[in-house]
């Protein structure tokens, strides 16, 4: 349990819910999502909110055994936000009245304008001169009678009740989603409600480290801490903390498995163990890896390969490690946010490509995971707070399986080699222009197709590739990044020149859907 404030948001399934979480925790409150099936008057008690908010959801109020929150929230003296239907919700529960659907719902952009009467909730808000703020609004029922004690403080065309209050309580209830982007002064409203709520913005990371630190060594003790280490912002993060609060009872293990960018291992083991002193063991397992998936061109049978020997080869140094009781995994908050499923109970979300899964049952292990209250944005806080170079927080994801799913077809140690050159000079051109963190993720695959082309006086036969770079938000869909083309035009130049093997760039303007972002 942390020493912050903490605010309760109670999950009705919204899509958006992550969203209000993540708003909150920018202005510096601790907040944590829960299903409201889990949210009982004992886990209230445990809780001790400071403030709640009601999420939105898909279902409609008017239905019997709809999802309600307890009846003890409104008695806790605390401020609640109902939004969306946690407003229907709140004004039911409280002897309002709510109707379904009938006819058209109203889903998208509308505009409200306040009524006469000012509320703090509201600070900041209608003062661009148009009287009216945008808020982005999806619901089918609305509130027909609003409960007694509250008051309408703004109105929209189809939601006559868009800001209701009870000042005396201290429950608001908007119609509209203030969480999302298309609310553009919503951060704002938020804002103004956890002052009145009395949050002090006392989740700062600087505070955050101390404490995660003192709490792994209560975890820990002196028991010895293994952690795979890939070079990815999660695992180094974690394995700067860890490191942070035990220091040599941490070893992580780096998997070499040949499929790794240009200098990438030495970069990584040179900085971990070289420049921050922290035990690492170098596995160098290249012909094993190499050895294995040689003559095997399916994506997933890549995958497989890949997956097993990597637990295998962990497994192996693990086991050499004397003492060890502890995994460290660099678990984030979105992957143990436990998400409101309408067909059985709440439903855990799991990475499905974790590294090491499986692997601390069958080794005996206890999980120790320190970032398992932080969303990604505060993890590469928490990186820069621990002094991690800023070129390793703001990397760009990279596979587990590397370079094999950048190879189309048969991976061969020759055209890994040129893969790497050609990568190494399309992120140095990215780098260059000032491009790299505008792109979610950059890179090159080489095609299994070999080209003519004439250099010099000679012809060529060589391998062609594809260059790779997209916009996202969390990998799920993309965006292909609209170079210029004469950024194309100099990056194709200079891999042609720079990179013997390649005779041929072309860009990749797939989104994803249809494409995904790798090749593979
Ligand atoms: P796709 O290609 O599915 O990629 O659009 C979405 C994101 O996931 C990464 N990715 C993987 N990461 N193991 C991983 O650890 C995998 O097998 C894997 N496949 C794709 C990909 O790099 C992108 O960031």
Redesign the pocket.
Same mark, same amino acid.
């Given at each position: 349990m942390t020493q912050h404030d903490r605010l309760l948001i109670i999950d009705f399934g919204s899509q958006v819910t992550q969203l209000i979480a993540r708003r909150l925790r920018e202005l510096d409150v601790f907040c944590e999502i829960h299903p409201y099936q889990n949210v009982t008057d004992a886990f209230l008690d445990a809780f001790a909110p400071k403030a709640i908010i009601f999420s939105g959801g898909p279902d409609s109020v008017t239905r019997a055994g709809s999802p309600r929150p307890p009846k003890k929230a409104y008695e806790l003296g605390v401020p609640i936000l109902g939004i969306c239907y946690g407003q229907q919700v709140m004004m039911q529960d409280l002897g309002g009245k709510v109707e379904a659907r009938h006819g058209s719902a109203e889903f998208g952009r509308a505009y409200v304008t306040p009524s006469d009467d000012r509320i703090d909730l509201l600070a900041g808000w209608f003062l661009d001169g148009t009287g009216r703020e945008q808020v982005w609004m999806s619901h089918g029922d609305h509130v027909s009678e609003i409960a007694p004690g509250f008051e309408v403080y703004a109105t929209s065309p189809g939601a006559p009740f868009a800001i209701t209050a009870d000042l005396n309580r201290r429950f608001y209830a908007v119609q509209f989603h203030p969480e999302v982007h298309h609310t553009p002064n919503g951060r704002t409203l938020y804002e103004n409600f956890i002052r009145d709520a009395g949050f002090t913005g006392d989740w700062t990371m600087g505070a955050y480290r101390e404490e995660a630190i003192q709490k792994i060594r209560d975890q820990v003790g002196d028991a010895k801490v293994i952690c795979a280490l890939s070079g990815g912002v999660d695992s180094s993060v974690a394995a700067a903390l860890l490191h942070e609060a035990i220091g040599d009872q941490l070893t992580c293990v780096f998997v070499d498995h040949g499929l790794l960018r240009l200098n990438e291992a030495e970069e990584v083991v040179g900085m971990f163990r070289d420049h921050m002193n922290l035990r690492v063991i170098h596995a160098q397992e290249q012909d094993l890896f190499l050895g294995e998936l040689e003559g095997v061109s399916d994506p997933e049978t890549k995958?497989k390969i @890949? !997956?097993k020997l990597f637990i295998d080869v962990f497994q192996k140094y693990a086991d050499d490690i004397e003492g060890a009781r502890f995994l460290a995994q660099g678990t984030l908050y979105p992957d143990v946010i436990e998400s409101v499923s309408f067909s059985g109970g709440p439903s855990v979300t799991i990475k499905s #490509?974790h590294?090491v899964g499986g692997l601390p049952e069958k080794m005996g292990l206890k999980l120790v995971e320190p970032l398992r209250e932080l969303f990604k944005d505060e993890v590469r806080v928490l990186g820069r707070e621990l002094g991690l170079p800023a070129s390793f927080i703001g990397r #760009?994801?990279?596979?587990?399986?590397g370079l094999a @799913?950048r190879c189309p077809g048969e991976i061969t140690r020759e055209k890994l080699d040129i893969l790497r050159k050609a990568d190494a000079v399309y992120i140095d051109q990215i780098r260059k222009h000032g491009l790299y963190d505008e792109i &979610?993720?950059a890179?090159v695959a080489i095609l299994p197709v070999r080209t003519v082309g004439v250099m010099g006086d000679g012809r060529t036969y060589d391998y062609a590739c594809a260059l790779r770079a997209v916009t996202?938000v969390d !990998?799920?869909t993309?965006d292909y990044y609209p170079f210029s083309h004469d950024f194309l035009g100099e990056t194709a130049t200079r891999i042609i020149n720079e990179v013997k093997g390649i005779n041929r760039c072309t860009y990749d303007i797939t989104s994803?859907p249809p !494409?995904? @972002? *790798? &090749? *593979?």
């Open positions: 995958r @890949i !997956g #490509h590294n #760009h994801p990279f596979p587990g399986p @799913i &979610w993720q890179f996202s !990998g799920m993309a994803k !494409g995904t @972002i *790798e &090749w *593979e």
